[in-house]
């Protein structure tokens, strides 16, 4: 192959397609980045083989063909390359020659014919929702998922789709993240669990604005396809555990109060409950929450006001997990709700009735 | 003691003194800020017994008394206070009650009488300079200090002052970086050996415009003095060595090119030569100069014009040290003086004529 682009789209394609490529993949090739130069573009892939990442630059292509380039080396260089039209001229071996005004770079690279094929199932049913909403979505959800590699269903999300509402659930046992959303889409139902590393990687690429995602199902595959970028992802097979039941439905405490107040107060207690076990003590008055630790380093003691309804009651929790959802609820203002203090916390934004997360509490003596 | 001041004030205050803070001391009491309220100030001191610095902030004191506090947590704990006015109240034990609004934090401290006094000589000659000129004349030599311990004299600068031209020097046998300065102060001829770590914490803390450094020494010890603040170090005992002896007197080559063009050039030819050994080769021929790196991720061929006056030649050096040099240099052109592949090659501003910076070259077989 033989292109000229210019750094700004080579920069670009080569940033989101090295999202592909895994640091720690046993096989050399999938270091690198598939390039394939045809119909006036260039394409980039990467993959570790549980997720795909295909992006397209406009490029003149002067000769169709295809290389692979080690992306580590790749990004850096392309970084720092002047701001000149580049050539890549891959039509002698299995290397590339990166020309750029006077100068120019050799990198050995590898047969393209070596790299395995993305997958690029043909989606059965798909939906299609705004970027920005997307990715506003997957940052309220993604944190409560679970890296622990030995129960793979809860380092993913569920998705769901019925009767035109989307809903993502994620849950690591110890807390719980769902939203919905009507996206009013007259599709076929769904229910699959979506790796969580593909979806953080899916955050980062997405949020242009005025943009859709359309996501779209293979066999044991999702697709997620953008403007000039597609993600593949393979499914996460098994149960997911029924989210509904872990659900409490009433309250016997509900609070409403200011989330910024409540983070910013329990925030300041982690830093010395993190000494200790992260253990934060809320203590629910008529018109004040009172946030306490105890630690060798030290104790606090916060008060936040807020409006009671029902009963006072006294609950604790991690700092570290009421902090993830008080960060995630994106709303100025919440409810926490609580039945005692051996059930779990829910905290819903008062603005919209679309999300909720969950916190268990840890049991004190 | 019992103070009141602003959170901005506490928070500057704890972050310049933190500086002095050793992160492995192996004495607890060393791993906390000494506070001392007295005349309507608020005095903050940290030492890891090598260095000590100290600071004041404006403080309505009500009651004069002194306590030490963790650095750590209480650097993390202040700069997550809301914007208030906080009381400190250490009247009681060897803790320290933090309030703010309708909280407050209780931390654990040492006492005050275990804190190792700061040593507070009273200078013998003194010097002045602006603190955004020092600031800049340490970041030109700084970087060519070693970091081995084994050979102190290395790890520090020698600051002469000889007939009002002070002169700061630093080198770890591979680069040396020589920077002079005519402060005209009618003061006595001084040569001492400072601390690279002292200055670098000194670089980070000096720069507000308007505003001078007074340097002043004491016995083994150096001073530096700034409007709210005072740095103290021991110097390093030794013999520097005779810089004047390795820097060539004339030139075989010199070339004068933009710096930022062989910068870059040497940056990218970097990425690759650190598979190696980070050599790179100039290869200087009449108009232009030929940058070339080869290893087994790929190679590299670079050009650069220059304006030539001498030989061509060729030479090869480390790719870091070079970089180093031309970053540290602060001039838009260069001249690279050179007298052979092997003699040294030495970088100096076009624009000015007080400071050089001498880089070895690599043997090539």
Redesign the interface.
């Known amino acids: 192959m033989k292109i000229i682009c210019t750094r700004q789209n080579l920069v670009q394609g080569v940033t989101t397609a090295q999202r592909g490529v895994s640091a720690k993949n046993p096989l050399p090739i999938l270091s690198g980045i598939l390039f394939i130069a045809k119909n006036n573009s260039l394409e980039l892939h990467a993959t570790d083989l549980e997720m795909g990442i295909q992006c397209t630059i406009p490029a003149n292509v002067q000769e169709e063909g295809s290389i692979v380039l080690?992306a580590r080396?790749l990004g850096?260089?392309v970084r720092?390359?002047?701001d000149a039209p580049i050539q890549i001229d891959a039509t002698q071996g299995n290397?590339a020659i990166i020309r750029y005004?006077?100068?120019?770079?050799?990198?050995?690279g590898y047969d393209a014919q070596e790299f395995p094929v993305l997958p690029n199932p043909q989606g059965k049913g798909s939906l299609s929702i705004p970027e920005e909403d997307l990715k506003e979505i997957l940052r309220q959800v993604l944190f409560a998922t679970s890296t622990d590699e030995n129960r793979p269903v809860f380092t993913g999300v569920l998705m769901e789709n019925n009767n035109g509402c989307l809903r993502l659930v994620a849950t690591d046992t110890h807390r719980l993240a769902l939203r919905e959303e009507n996206i009013g889409n007259d599709i076929e139902d769904i229910s699959v669990i979506i790796p969580g590393k593909a979806l953080n990687e899916l955050a980062r690429v997405i949020g242009a604005p005025d943009r859709n995602v359309t996501i779209s199902l293979g066999d044991n595959q999702v697709i997620f396809s953008m403007e000039d970028t597609r993600l593949v992802s393979r499914l996460i097979e098994g149960q997911f555990p029924n989210y509904r039941q872990v659900i409490p439905r009433g309250y016997k405490t509900r609070l409403r109060m200011r989330t910024k107040e409540l983070l910013?107060?329990v925030?300041?207690a982690s830093?010395?409950a993190r000494v200790g076990s992260q253990i934060v003590r809320l203590a629910i008055e008529e018109e004040?929450v009172i946030i306490t630790a105890n630690t060798?380093?030290?104790?606090?003691?916060?008060?936040v006001p807020v409006f009671l309804d029902g009963e006072t009651t006294a609950i604790s929790f991690n700092a570290v997990y009421l902090i993830d959802a008080l960060r995630a609820i994106g709303s100025d203002n919440i409810y926490l709700d609580l039945s005692g203090p051996l059930s779990p916390g829910i905290l819903r934004p008062v603005e919209e009735d679309n999300y909720l997360s969950l916190v268990l509490p840890v049991r004190t003596s």
């Not at 005004?101 to 050995?108: A, H, V």
């Not at 060798?296 to 008060?303: A, C, D, K, L, N």
């Open positions: 080690p080396y850096e260089i720092r390359l002047p290397n005004g006077q100068s120019e770079i050799t990198i050995n910013e107060s925030e300041r830093l010395l004040k060798e380093v030290g104790r606090i003691h916060e008060e």
